[in-house]
């Protein structure tokens, strides 16, 4: 008899006992802003998908687009610009800029910026050099051609080496801080589409609002 005591007891106890609190979403914004930004697009498929999802979340990002990837794709680069996202440069071809002379970096730089000038009737003025590289001569012509702001990043998931998006995910938010600058690909990627919902939920989980 005891252990049916025992159970009927503790079943009536557990009527009265305290419910545990449920932990407390984070306050949007509450541990600050991180930007969002997207190489080597526009790609027919990814980037439909990339800015479904966008939508869906109500953030904006910035899509550094490569120049022939526009010129293919108008529809695509008009469609970031008027969903509220910055488009910007990202070169002709995306070669390292470093390797070429000045009148050829003009080219390259002076080109996209007439593709995403027709398209979206704006002319960008921020730029991302392809690998990162850069030195004096290329950032003097990219003023040259009106691109007064030069953007690099500080968290790097490799998604262009197309890891799981799973991995995707957890190496941004292993390495997003406060005021990062996450590096996407939506020209190059496979998995960048699918590992966007999660790395999104996660910076929110954190208290970290994208801009």
Known sequence: MRPRTVVVVAAAWGLVLPAVPAQAAPEPCAAGHVRLTFDDGPHPT???DILDTLAEHG???????????AGAHPALVRREDHEGHTVGNHSWDHPDLTTLDRARVVTELQETNDVIEQVTGTTPTQWRPPYGAT???VEAAAADVGLTSMVLWT???RDWADPPATTVRDRVLQAVRPDSTILLHDGTGAH???ALPMILAGLADMGLCVR
């Open 135 to 137: 030195n004096s001569a």
């Open 46 to 48: 990814a980037t439909p």
């Open 59 to 69: 953030v904006t990002a910035t899509f550094f687009v490569v120049g022939r990837m």
């Open 155 to 157: 968290v790097d998931p």
């Open 192 to 194: 960048t589409p699918e």
